[in-house]
């Protein structure tokens, strides 16, 4: 299993692009993290989800990640702990037999869920996925991220217990020999 200090160079090399990137909040940055470049290369998705399994609060009893950035991080921690998931949806399905579902998998009343991110930028997209896990009824014990991006660092997104393995100055970013 690696450390987070272990993966900071690593997802550095596969991960940093430097140019003039427009971010989600609608913020211009020098720099980009691309979620993608880390969750597909088999090796580092292993190594990451192990360092996010770490994480985990006790007595969690269910995984959430939030379609389709945070997917192959929660399948990942849910294989190397036996822990079930769900994906939570950013809209409600409209077809099919899940149509009106904004939660895809099984989630029982009462459980304790960690919600699993990738890159968090302002936390509105981990919010709003924490909200309807407790509007359907769960404990969010916490939101576990990869990387943090914000400018001031802090335990918590919107009331909601944050924990991450890296945070932006850990990258290096403009430093990368």
């Known amino acids: 299993m690696s450390r987070a200090s272990d993966l900071a160079p690593r997802i ?10 427009v971010l989600s909040s609608g913020e211009r940055s020098s720099f980009y993290v ?21 994480e985990l609060p006790e007595g969690v009893e ?11 991080l929660v399948v990942g921690v849910a294989l190397a702990t036996g822990l079930p998931y769900v994906i939570v949806r950013k809209s409600a399905k409209e077809y099919g037999s899940s149509a009106g579902r904004g ?10 869920v960690a919600l699993i991110e990738d890159v968090v930028t302002t936390g509105t997209q981990a919010v709003r996925a924490a909200k309807n896990l407790v509007e359907a009824g769960v404990e969010v014990a916490a939101i576990v991220a990869v990387l943090d991006r914000r400018e001031e660092a802090r335990d918590d997104l ?17 430093n990368r020999d």
């Open 62 to 72: 269910r995984l959430a990640g939030v379609e389709l950035g945070a997917v192959p």
């Open 34 to 54: 691309d979620k993608y470049l880390f969750s597909t290369d088999p090796a580092l998705l292993r190594d990451v989800a192990d360092a996010l399994a770490a």
């Open 103 to 112: 939660i895809e998998g099984v989630l029982e009343p009462g459980e304790r």
């Open 158 to 174: 919107d009331g909601f217990p944050f924990r991450v393995l890296l945070r932006v100055e850990d990258l290096r970013v403009g």
């Open 12 to 21: 550095r090399e596969a991960a940093l692009l430097e140019g003039d990137f």
